[in-house]
């Protein structure tokens, strides 16, 4: 597999754990999947993300982030006639905070299980919007059809879980 491929598919695997996580997380009243289980997909997803960023850095900009910063400037003037790089960073700060968030989640699991909500929905709506951007604004093509089709998904998979009753848990019968 070639540079350019790696580069992709790293970058689309990552994606797809992230929405599947994002999932997981939303339907968790009516089906419950093991936190183990999670935990593993967010981390594999988190190490795609990491390996994207290598390999977009190394077959594409020789490891320089001057390159990357003009690179990136480039594209976004191309998409939407602004000059600006610093994309490149917001990149490398969800990487920062989905390793910590991966970190915290391993080293401390009963502290992450009781974060607020309110850092829940900061960072997964932070990465939403990178994916929005990565997969909707600056692609075209089958791409952007992935990107458009993922993100209704989540659109409706919300709206179900907002508008559905939470189910009780159940009590278990005693033995006759």
């Avoid at 939403?128 to 992935?146: C, D, M, Q, S, T």
Wanted: net charge positive; with cysteine.
């Amino acid at each position: 597999m070639d540079g350019p491929l790696i580069t992709a598919w790293t970058i689309r695997l990552a994606l797809i754990g992230l929405m599947v996580c994002i999932v997981l997380r939303m339907v968790r009243p009516w089906w419950a999947i093991s936190e183990g289980i999670q935990r593993v997909i967010w981390t594999a997803s988190c190490v795609l993300f990491l390996a994207h960023i290598a390999a977009g850095m190394h077959y594409y900009h020789d490891w320089s982030n001057a390159a990357a910063y003009a690179d990136t400037a480039q594209q976004t003037y191309d998409k939407l006639k602004v000059r600006f790089g610093g994309g490149i960073y917001v990149n490398h700060c969800m990487a920062i905070l989905w390793v910590a968030d991966v970190l915290w989640w391993w080293i401390a699991p009963q502290g992450y299980a009781g974060r607020s909500p309110r850092y829940e929905q900061w960072l997964i709506g932070f990465f939403l919007f990178i994916a929005f951007n990565g997969l909707i604004v600056f692609k075209e093509g089958p791409l952007r059809i992935a990107g458009v089709i993922g993100f209704t998904v989540l659109g409706l998979v919300w709206l179900a879980v907002h508008f559905l009753p939470t189910p009780r848990p159940q009590l278990a019968e005693s033995p006759k």
